[in-house]
């Protein structure tokens, strides 16, 4: 079942619960309107394009983009100069996004949670795997690039 643990993965069943949660909360708790239907569209655009993004790096840097993978090469162009994470940030982007899409408030709980849960899953293993295989320049790259933002 390892194919489970993936980031994809974790990110779907948000989703699910994320939806889950505003077909049952009550409606005096929706947000709704156009400006909050506008914002969380742009969340989640914004999400899938930090994505293309990032994946468009590592097919040009011939290395893999599977988490549980050892890398090639260490990425630090492109997106990867502003953030060490740019995928799990577009996954968090959409997650909210959805959650203001859907009138899912409530629901916004999950995002800290699924940041929380793919830095313990699939972060630090990533970088820790990184750290022994590219050194220095791992190191200059953590002290010049955010995890996140």
């Given at each position: ?38 914002f ?28 549980h ?38 629901a ?42």
């Open positions: 079942m390892k194919w489970i643990d993936i980031p994809p993965v974790w990110l779907l069943l948000a989703v699910v619960i994320t939806w889950w949660i505003g077909q049952l909360q009550p409606a005096s708790f929706a947000i709704g309107g156009p400006v909050t239907s506008l969380g569209g742009l969340l989640v655009g914004g999400g899938i394009v930090l994505i293309l993004l990032a994946a468009s790096e590592f097919r040009r840097r011939k290395t893999t983009i599977i988490p993978m050892e890398a090639n090469n260490l990425i630090t162009t492109g997106i990867f100069k502003r953030s060490r994470n740019p995928i799990y940030l577009g996954d968090a982007l959409i997650l909210a996004g959805l959650t203001l899409r859907w009138e899912a408030p409530i916004l709980l999950l995002v800290p949670l699924f940041m929380g849960t793919i830095t313990q899953r699939f972060i630090v293993p990533e970088e820790n795997r990184l750290r022994v295989k590219f050194r220095a320049d791992f190191a200059r790259y953590c002290q010049n690039t955010r995890r996140w933002v």
